[in-house]
């Protein structure tokens, strides 16, 4: 996954066709840009952290509502921190058949156009921050109510009422008027007449280019009537207009000089040029993959300029150009065709020439999966495959945060993380291209254990050894051989203690721990209280036994109630409780050591 950077201009204009979606910005400079709309790569220049946005719920329509009139406005919660939010707008899930996908620098919308009735709506909202952070949100729904009402009123926006020196060739636009279904635009030579044009737009379109051009100089009067299926409305205001006085010629043709008719591997954004013509105010621009075809871009306006920088051509792509002057007295006629290809770009893609595929991105072979070892930190990962630049990112709760633009990271905490890498290769012609790859994997922590206790307690002719560990991973546990075989209990049974060792292994790698164990040699099995003087008290022989010091002992009888607790250094236990002397039977103890370990094994009184 990566983050592209988009370059904002002052003017925009969208359109959508079958195969292509592009957005235009221009430039008020002799150079414009135009920019194809398609999903883009991150650059590795953003700047960090890269702010995360939460999401937007649908505050007027609710979602889920119903019978909502077509005319509303759609509102929805704003957002704190944020740069906008992009709408689209459906009559089917995912679709964009109402609105397309729109920047708006507020939490509200009113659809151009109204919205249909009777209909589900479908309305997916994109919430976007400072660093061009885009978050898509779910996406919402309503219902529209049929109309029941004739259509309110509109008036026309392009010309305006009194304008003078309006085109011939005029453009006619007007307002969305709430519940109109299509609009009739009429024009005529007097107020209240129509006697000049009077066209049903056959759509609910808001603008119109007549079949024919005005007379030049000439005072018209125009009206558009909105309607719906109840009715229509033929009160709106009226509008007046003057067209210019004509006195020149349409200007001469132009073609593009660059790139040159027919050149190949042309670079994805290149610089559209064309020569100058004399008397043009504008120039119309028509960009297709098929000869004679406007796919790309429909005969548009990008002012009077010469040249322009479209951003993300499709690569391996033909592309057919058409340059056409204007002014006020109309456009250049039969204006020439050019046509370019363009570079084939990273790919992968299959090579016409060799039959081979090409794929000029970076390979990135990092596991989804890395351990952190607490006890050897950090955790070193290198990338060693081809690139230019690099990007090492870890997800915060808010943001992205970039670590490391080196081939080298040193990673010290837990986390979800990104190796983004970019790499410019020479196509020839001079150009450029930056591939790139991405990569997510995941780092957790881990850790050697800790031995804290090892308890031993006779077990008919042998020993149970039962090991307790701390530690934040999962262990595994093994007697005398560190490399296994390894159980997942930590206890082992009917073990004939000479001397052993205990060794505990971290499941995920991360160090082995041992702690060695001698047998008890120091307790004795049997002792007689009978005051002879002879083997009277019951006490460990020696305070250190095989090796671990004992420092205090506990006696328990055979249903485990405590009777005695003594220090190993004392005289012992003499054979009674509570001032009274108790009769033959087992007993067990549990003697304490300085460093944790637990002998416990039973002994007899005999009298």
């Known amino acids: 996954m990566s983050i592209s950077t988009r370059v904002i201009w002052f003017i925009v204009l969208t359109f959508v066709s079958v195969e292509h979606a592009a957005v235009f910005a221009f430039a008020p400079s002799a150079t414009t840009f135009l920019t194809l709309d398609k999903p883009q790569n991150a650059s590795s220049l953003e700047q960090e952290p890269r702010s995360m946005v939460p999401c937007s719920a649908l505050e007027q329509p609710l979602n889920g509502a119903t019978n909502v009139p077509v005319e509303t406005e759609i509102r929805w919660e704003p957002t704190a921190g944020n740069f906008g939010y992009i709408i689209t707008i459906g009559s089917t899930p995912g679709g964009n058949d109402i609105v397309p996908a729109t920047g708006t620098g507020v939490a509200q919308f009113f659809p151009p156009r109204g919205l249909p009735e009777n209909t589900t709506i479908y309305v997916t909202i994109e919430v976007r921050d400072s660093s061009s952070t885009t978050v898509v949100c779910d996406e919402q729904s309503f219902t529209t109510g049929l109309i029941t009402q004739t259509p309110g009123c509109t008036t026309l926006t392009q010309p305006i009422n009194n304008e003078t020196d309006v085109a011939v060739d005029v453009l006619f636009q007007w307002n969305y008027a709430p519940r109109a279904t299509n609009y009739i635009l009429q024009i005529g030579s007097a107020p209240g007449l129509s006697d000049i044009f009077d066209i049903d737009t056959g759509s609910n379109a808001l603008n119109f280019n007549l079949p024919s051009d005005l007379l030049n100089g000439t005072i018209y009067y125009a009206r558009v009537i909105p309607e719906n299926s109840i009715g229509a409305r033929s009160d709106c205001q009226e509008t007046q207009f003057t067209t210019i006085f004509l006195d020149d010629a349409p200007p001469d043709c132009t073609q593009l000089i660059t790139p040159a008719d027919g050149a190949t591997e042309i670079a994805l954004t290149p610089l559209l040029q064309w020569a100058p013509v004399a008397n ?119 943001s992205e945060l970039v670590i490391s633009r080196e081939r080298n990271v040193n990673i010290t905490e837990a986390g979800t993380y990104r190796l983004d890498v970019f790499l410019e290769v020479d196509v020839g012609n001079n150009n450029i291209l930056t591939c790139e790859a991405s990569q997510e994997f995941d780092v957790i922590t881990s850790e050697a254990a800790t031995i804290t206790r090892v308890d031993i307690r006779n077990q008919a002719f042998n020993f149970r050894l039962e090991v307790t560990v701390e530690g934040s991973s999962e262990y595994e546990f093994s007697l005398n051989n560190p490399d296994g075989p390894y159980q997942d209990s930590n206890v082992f049974n009917n073990v004939n203690l000479s001397d052993d060792t205990v060794y505990v292994r971290d499941k995920f790698g991360c160090g082995i721990v041992s702690r060695r164990i001698v047998r008890d040699r120091g307790f004795p099995k049997y002792f007689t209280p009978n005051n002879d003087g002879v083997n009277d008290r019951w006490q460990v022989r020696g305070v250190r036994v095989n090796g671990e010091t004992v420092t205090r002992i506990q006696v328990f009888d055979r249903f485990g109630k405590l009777l005695a607790d003594f220090n190993a250094k004392g005289p012992g236990w003499d054979g009674t409780y509570a001032g009274r002397r108790l009769l033959d039977g087992g007993f067990w103890y549990k003697a304490f050591t300085t460093s944790n370990v637990v002998f416990t094994g039973y002994f007899a009184l005999r009298l």
């Open 280 to 398: 043009a105010d504008g120039y119309l621009l028509t960009i297709g993959t098929l000869p004679d075809n406007a796919d790309v871009l429909d005969n548009t306006n990008i002012g009077n300029v010469t040249s322009t920088l479209v951003l993300d051509f499709d690569p391996g792509t033909q592309y057919y150009v058409v340059i056409t002057p204007f002014n006020t007295a109309g456009v250049a006629t039969n204006c020439a065709q050019t046509s370019f290809t363009t570079t084939f770009g990273c790919g992968p893609y299959l090579d016409p020439i060799s039959g081979q595929t090409i794929d000029l991105n970076p390979v990135i072979n990092l596991e989804d999966e890395y351990i952190l070892c607490i006890n050897d930190i950090p955790l070193q990962l290198n990338y060693p495959g081809e690139g230019t630049t690099f990007e090492w990112v870890k997800y915060t709760d808010i």
